[in-house]
């Protein structure tokens, strides 16, 4: 009798604890382990790798440091190429976007350079590696137009570069602090088509948190990234990324910037971060997407030495 019961006992462990995960696991807020052992990785990801600034990481990683980040971050999504959102042009209050490399013998208003070129190195490096790039910048108060220009002319003929990003939080941020002005359907429009005439496959990139600073309509190709922090936990993350900004910009091509310090307390509690997060949000999502890891916290979770790394 007392080998029934237990016998009994261990079916229904068997059988009716899975019901129960099944279907109470996935309430919202609940994170059931599969989520993380998803042996496959989602076809859509694109694009994955890190953001590069100035101002993120310190000290500056070496050209191979880099792409060892970079590559670490693809392999963890199979298909997805080696990329960086790679920052040439800051902004420096009150208005001005500070590019970082030499004039080319004019002055610009609301535009500064420096005396040496602290990319072209590593451009160099991404060329010869296999890495791919889009040239971000905050631009401030300077001419949008000018900008592509200088940027693009600059540094267009490297393989690497793939496309001109503009992180819109900055864009006339002196007219509104801290959130930057909106983007009209008219200069999204125009801005597109002069990245694309240096180059008709190069992309644009538009970046912010509030989709409300993006074009209202016009959508041509462009990219749209969500750089989004200080969220509540995983589950906040999801719904942002997901229904607020890649289903509103559904079919255009979606980028993520993931990492903040201000997430650490939950991410840090994942068992593979990027790896978690990134094929979390690619699995319920219908377009093409990219993943980017911050430089705020790269060494936390991704190598950024010099030494070699395989490539998957």
């Known amino acids: 009798?007392?080998?029934?019961?237990?016998?009994?006992l261990a079916i229904i462990n068997l059988v009716v604890f899975p019901i129960i995960l099944l279907l109470f696991g996935c309430r919202k807020g609940m994170i059931i382990r599969s989520e993380f052992e998803e042996p496959i990785s989602p076809g859509n990801i694109v694009y994955a790798?890190?953001?590069?600034?100035?101002?993120?990481?310190?000290?500056?990683?070496?050209?191979?440091?880099?792409?060892?980040?970079?590559?670490?971050m693809s392999n963890h999504f199979g298909g997805s190429i080696p990329s960086g959102i790679w920052i040439v042009g800051e902004f420096k209050r009150p208005d001005t976007c500070r590019l970082f490399f030499p004039s080319d013998g004019k002055k610009y208003t609301n535009i500064q350079f420096e005396d040496k070129d602290k990319h072209e190195r590593y451009l160099q490096y991404f060329d010869r590696v296999g890495?791919?790039?889009?040239?971000?910048?905050?631009?401030?108060?300077?001419?949008?137009?000018?900008?592509?220009?200088?940027?693009?002319?600059?540094?267009?003929?490297?393989?690497?570069?793939?496309?001109?990003?503009?992180?819109?939080?900055?864009?006339?941020?002196?007219?509104?602090?801290?959130?930057?002005?909106?983007?009209?359907?008219?200069?999204?429009?125009?801005?597109?088509?002069?990245?694309?005439?240096?180059?008709?496959?190069?992309?644009?990139?538009?970046?912010?948190?509030?989709?409300?600073?993006?074009p209202k309509k016009y959508r041509g190709d462009i990219i749209f990234v969500d750089d989004s922090q200080m969220?509540?936990?995983?589950?906040?993350?999801?719904?942002?990324?997901v229904?607020?900004?890649?289903?509103?910009?559904?079919?255009?091509?979606?980028?993520?910037?993931?990492?903040?310090?201000?997430?650490?307390?939950?991410?840090?509690r994942l068992p593979n971060p990027p790896r978690n997060?990134?094929?979390?949000?690619?699995?319920?999502?219908?377009?093409?997407?990219?993943i980017f890891w911050v430089d705020f916290t790269l060494r936390d979770v991704l190598p950024s030495s010099g030494s070699k790394v395989d490539e998957k």
């Open 1 to 8: 009798m007392e080998y029934k019961i237990i016998r009994h």
């Open 49 to 72: 790798g890190v953001r590069s600034s100035s101002y993120g990481i310190k000290p500056f990683p070496v050209p191979q440091g880099w792409q060892n980040a970079m590559v670490a």
């Open 131 to 214: 890495i791919k790039v889009f040239l971000q910048v905050e631009p401030a108060n300077a001419d949008m137009n000018t900008l592509i220009d200088l940027v693009l002319n600059r540094y267009k003929h490297h393989e690497c570069v793939i496309g001109f990003g503009v992180d819109v939080e900055w864009f006339r941020e002196s007219e509104n602090p801290e959130w930057g002005i909106k983007v009209d359907d008219r200069s999204a429009e125009a801005w597109e088509a002069r990245v694309k005439s240096h180059n008709s496959q190069y992309r644009l990139f538009l970046k912010h948190w509030d989709r409300d600073w993006m």
């Open 231 to 241: 969220l509540k936990d995983f589950d906040a993350m999801i719904e942002e990324f």
């Open 243 to 268: 229904d607020y900004w890649a289903d509103y910009f559904k079919p255009n091509t979606v980028f993520f910037q993931i990492g903040y310090r201000s997430d650490r307390p939950w991410w840090k």
């Open 277 to 290: 997060i990134g094929r979390a949000i690619a699995r319920r999502i219908d377009q093409e997407c990219g």
